[in-house]
């Protein structure tokens, strides 16, 4: 159920393409020049599937559109820097990848980040609301627990919310349980899929290991520790960073993965599954992080939690009472804004 792509030295594989699909999108990248976004930039300009990247933030884009325009692959690349060219950056755009915002430090949580990112997310928000209200929306943005409640606020606030085209980006989640997993049982990682539910911080941070694409069984205590380097593992890069940034390179290796399957499924591919924080109906929480069917409309199916061991339930009971508070702390900003 779980697609995966085969991995090269670029992480966009190039396939041929039949005629009747889409095969130019536009794509605006708004944070480009951060850690996050440089590098994601670079992947995303490798896509046979984009005509047009538009790269957007406060300082320094020109340079990197310039240098990224000199790579020989058929996306152009155009720079746009500070508020009043934003608008002007996100115009025919299709999808709208934003990693904008203020890294985690040593000793921060995800939620610390949230006064500076809060604001920033909405303002962004409000631009693509206005000028590209029917492009996909993928919130990298930290806290993701928060900031994809702003963004659905925004666009609503606006009267063109469409929950089907707002994700949280949290393949990254999924990309560490793979990692870790397939170590732990010394499986070929390119095979091994676990699907991570919830929400993206901490506890919230819900692997499924039961359901693993390769079925795999641990004793509990090494299930239990998995899940926890799992759920921490972005703490873990903060650490080892010591102050010089949070998850960059494999934040950046996760949103192009995401994008990948989610470019392919708008140009008619069909089983392209990822799992994301959107608006759900699944649990309590008004948003929850599912493996989705992704369509030339964003959500087509959402394939919901599927069955948990009791153990998997816990973690989720677990994780409701954070998860519905950042939610609401997302939602109570933008009414307050």
């Known amino acids: 159920m779980f697609s995966r792509l085969s991995r090269h030295a670029v992480f966009f594989c190039k396939r041929s393409f039949s005629s009747t699909q889409q095969q130019n999108f536009k794509v605006a990248v708004l944070g480009a020049s951060g850690g996050i976004g440089q590098p994601l930039s670079l992947l995303l300009k490798t896509s046979p599937l984009i005509t047009e990247l538009s790269l957007y933030d406060i300082a320094h884009t020109p340079g990197v559109a310039a240098d990224l325009s000199h790579i020989e692959t058929k996306a152009k690349v155009r720079g746009f820097m500070g508020p009043s060219q934003l608008k002007e950056s996100l115009r025919g755009v299709e999808v709208v990848l934003i990693p904008a915002g203020v890294p985690r430090k040593p000793g921060m949580t995800r939620d610390d980040l949230f006064n500076t990112n809060a604001s920033i997310v909405r303002d962004l928000c409000t631009a693509c609301a206005e000028v590209c209200p029917q492009a996909m929306i993928c919130i990298i943005t930290n806290p993701v627990n ?36 397939a170590e732990a049982k010394k499986l070929d990682v390119s095979k091994v899929t676990v699907p991570v ?62 994008t990948a399957s989610l470019l392919e499924a708008m140009a008619g591919f069909e089983g392209k599954v990822e799992c994301a924080f959107v608006k759900s109906e699944e649990t309590e929480a008004k948003y929850f992080a599912t493996p989705l069917l992704l369509g030339k409309n964003g959500i087509e199916k959402n394939l919901g939690i599927g069955k948990l061991i009791e153990y998997e339930v816990k973690l989720v009971s677990d994780a409701m009472a954070e998860l519905k508070a950042n939610i609401k702390k997302g939602e109570e900003f933008v009414k307050q804004s």
């Open 146 to 181: 928060s900031t994809v409640p702003i963004a659905s606020e925004v666009f609503k606030k606006k009267g063109v919310y469409d929950p089907k085209r707002i994700f949280g980006v949290t393949t990254l989640d999924t990309v560490r349980a793979n990692t870790f997993i």
């Open 197 to 258: 539910i919830g929400g993206h911080s901490g506890v919230t941070i819900v692997p499924v290991i039961s359901q693993t694409t390769i079925p795999v069984s641990f004793p509990q205590e090494e299930r239990e520790r998995l899940t926890k380097r799992i759920q921490n593992a972005g703490t873990e890069v903060v650490e080892a960073k010591a102050g010089a940034g949070s998850a960059t390179l494999s934040m950046a290796y996760a949103a192009s993965k995401f």
